[in-house]
């Protein structure tokens, strides 16, 4: 994408999602329902910029980890924020990479007895507000998160996933 083209897409909508798929389609949502679920994560915190999302295979999500968590297994979600741009530059604002492993979602869905498509949903929300500096580190922070996750898939239909 052009910057000029990034630029009118942002101020066109605050919000720009670009997906990206390193594996097959069958069973991943649409590139609307990762923006719609990207937007409902963000909205109200006036955040503008990309969020950039990778859907992949076994192989790449366990690479990923490994290379950068050090832990040498797939996971479902990864989140990388972007640094900020430096004071004065000016132009459209990555808020960071998504990293989904579609088997992996597929399989905990099945699991859990959720619908797929919630659980996609649950996991774009959670590694959104990874993005912008939400954790789950310490007890509390768990606590605030998962209520905020809770109260944005409720505003999506979504029944609450710790439930």
């Known amino acids: 994408m ?19 798929y390193g594996c097959g389609r069958r ?9 719609r679920w990207v937007r409902a994560a963000l909205a109200g915190q006036r ?5 950039s999302i990778r859907v992949v295979d076994e192989a790449e ?8 968590r050090q832990r040498d297994h797939a996971t479902n979600v990864l989140s990388f924020p972007a640094e900020p ?19 992996i979602v597929a399989r ?13 949903a ?8 990874h993005l912008v500096g939400h954790d789950h580190m310490e007890p509390a922070e768990a606590e605030r998160m998962e209520s905020l996750e809770v109260r944005i898939l409720a505003g999506l239909g979504i029944a609450d996933p710790y439930g």
């Open 27 to 35: 069973g991943v949502p649409a590139p609307a329902s990762f923006a």
């Open 2 to 20: 052009t910057a000029r083209r990034a630029a009118s897409a942002i101020a066109a909508d605050p919000i720009e999602v670009a997906v990206s």
């Open 108 to 120: 905990e869905a099945r699991a859990q007895g959720k619908r797929p498509a919630d659980h996609w």
């Open 61 to 68: 999500g366990r690479a990923l980890n490994r290379d950068y």
């Open 85 to 103: 741009l430096p004071k004065g530059v000016k132009g459209p604002r990555l808020l960071g990479d998504l990293v989904l492993c579609a088997p």
């Open 122 to 129: 649950h996991l774009t929300v959670h590694g959104t507000l």
């Open 47 to 51: 955040r503008h910029g990309l969020v």
